[in-house]
């Protein structure tokens, strides 16, 4: 009797051991905040699942992706023809919410405006002092001191660098012609860093310095963020409201979701805003991937209402409905 106990035992142990599903997945770091919460709390209504997220950019989310050593990847930044094609299958891209890049700086000096074209003259290196004719010009009233600017940006392939330099292409005639767009970029001027945090970590530590990263990493860590001009012409800082305003501008129900948003036109809006995406190869359907679906269609009802607490916008209650079917 005892023998036939411990083998039930055993037999009970391994069936609980084997219906773990665990899930891989990497790529953007800009939506990590909220993804992070979402696993979490995921984690308590399929305790059967669990997710390894690994947030080393969207450039790298891709490669890994492509590489098939994750079940799925994560970008700010859709797909590029080039990479679609390396790809073993399709890729379907599902947007999970919305975010602000937000432009962040460490100087005490009361809140600072910048248009489009400085905010490209300061990143291209023409700008180098606090003080210079351009950003007083916005700033009457300000005491800026005649400290250097310290550019910080991305060091590895970045969505939120794709979105930040789509915004300046869209803004700035130079920054289109000697820049351009993308997730990587040959920079002329300022130190890089790895990830949001690390961006953060060096605006947070370094006087004078000013830098772009996820809303939610700037209030975090209570820094200073530019308003900036929008297409109204109205002065606007990074949130949530002015990120849900650019996504109003998506209205037709056939709209492509890879379509970029940054300066939006309308009152209120924030100009550098974008979706962040999840990654979802098309093939046949394996344990994960049918997790990760059953994931997303609770991401996209459930865990939306997470959002806005996170400083992130959710989805157009339409669009939502629009990508459930899609899974």
Same mark, same amino acid.
């Given at each position: 009797?005892?023998?036939?106990?411990?083998?039930?035992?055993?037999?009970?142990?391994?069936?609980?051991?084997?219906?773990?599903?665990?899930?891989?997945?990497?790529?953007?770091?800009?939506?990590?905040?909220?993804?992070?919460?979402?696993?979490?709390?995921?984690?308590?209504?399929?305790?059967?699942?669990?997710?390894?997220?690994?947030?080393?950019?969207?450039?790298?989310?891709?490669?890994?992706?492509?590489?098939?050593?994750?079940?799925?990847?994560?970008?700010?930044?859709?797909?590029?023809?080039?990479?679609?094609?390396?790809?073993?299958?399709?890729?379907?891209?599902?947007?999970?919410?919305?975010?602000?890049?937000?432009?962040?700086?460490?100087?005490?000096?009361?809140?600072?405006?910048?248009?489009?074209?400085?905010? !490209? @003259?300061?990143?291209? =290196? *023409?700008? &180098? #002092?606090?003080?210079?004719?351009?950003?007083?010009?916005?700033? %009457? +009233?300000?005491?800026?001191?005649?400290?250097?600017?310290?550019?910080?940006?991305?060091?590895?392939?970045?969505?939120?660098?794709?979105?930040?330099?789509?915004?300046?292409?869209?803004?700035?005639?130079?920054?289109?012609?000697?820049?351009?767009?993308?997730?990587?970029?040959?920079?002329?001027?300022?130190?890089?860093?790895?990830?949001?945090?690390?961006?953060?970590?060096?605006?947070?530590?370094?006087?004078?310095?000013?830098?772009?990263?996820?809303?939610?990493?700037?209030?975090?860590?209570?820094?200073?963020?530019?308003?900036?001009?929008?297409?109204?012409?109205?002065?606007?800082?990074?949130?949530?409201?002015?990120?849900?305003?650019? !996504? @109003?501008?998506?209205? =037709? *129900?056939? &709209? #492509?979701?890879?379509?970029?948003?940054?300066?939006?036109?309308? %009152? +209120?809006?924030?100009?550098?805003?974008?979706?962040?995406?999840?990654?979802?190869?098309?093939?046949?359907?394996?344990?994960?991937?049918?997790?990760?679906?059953?994931?997303?269609?609770?991401?996209?009802?459930?865990?939306?209402?997470?959002?806005?607490?996170?400083?992130?916008?959710?989805?157009?209650?339409?669009?939502?409905?629009?990508?459930?079917?899609?899974?």
């Amino acid at each position: 009797m005892k023998r036939v106990l411990s083998l039930l035992l055993v037999l009970f142990l391994s069936a609980n051991t084997s219906a773990l599903v665990k899930v891989n997945g990497a790529g953007a770091s800009f939506p990590y905040p909220i993804y992070s919460k979402w696993f979490s709390e995921y984690k308590k209504v399929a305790t059967d699942t669990e997710f390894n997220y690994q947030a080393i950019g969207s450039g790298g989310g891709i490669r890994q992706l492509i590489k098939q050593t994750v079940d799925f990847g994560a970008s700010d930044a859709p797909m590029k023809e080039k990479d679609i094609k390396k790809a073993a299958w399709p890729v379907k891209h599902i947007p999970t919410v919305l975010g602000a890049v937000a432009v962040a700086y460490n100087l005490e000096i009361g809140d600072v405006k910048l248009d489009g074209q400085t905010l !490209a @003259d300061i990143f291209m =290196g *023409k700008i &180098s #002092k606090w003080n210079h004719p351009s950003i007083a010009k916005l700033n %009457k +009233g300000l005491s800026l001191p005649a400290q250097d600017i310290l550019v910080v940006r991305r060091a590895d392939g970045s969505g939120t660098t794709a979105i930040f330099s789509d915004y300046l292409s869209t803004i700035s005639p130079s920054w289109e012609k000697n820049i351009g767009r993308g997730k990587s970029l040959k920079w002329p001027s300022g130190i890089g860093a790895k990830g949001n945090d690390g961006v953060t970590a060096i605006i947070k530590q370094t006087q004078g310095a000013i830098g772009y990263i996820e809303l939610a990493y700037a209030l975090k860590n209570n820094i200073n963020t530019v308003a900036l001009k929008n297409d109204a012409g109205e002065f606007v800082k990074p949130s949530v409201k002015g990120v849900s305003l650019s !996504a @109003d501008t998506l209205k =037709g *129900k056939d &709209s #492509k979701v890879t379509v970029s948003i940054v300066n939006a036109k309308g %009152k +209120g809006v924030y100009p550098i805003s974008a979706f962040t995406y999840i990654l979802l190869p098309v093939k046949e359907e394996t344990q994960q991937l049918k997790e990760v679906k059953k994931f997303l269609k609770w991401a996209l009802t459930d865990g939306q209402n997470m959002a806005t607490d996170l400083h992130y916008a959710p989805l157009p209650k339409s669009l939502a409905k629009r990508m459930l079917k899609e899974l």
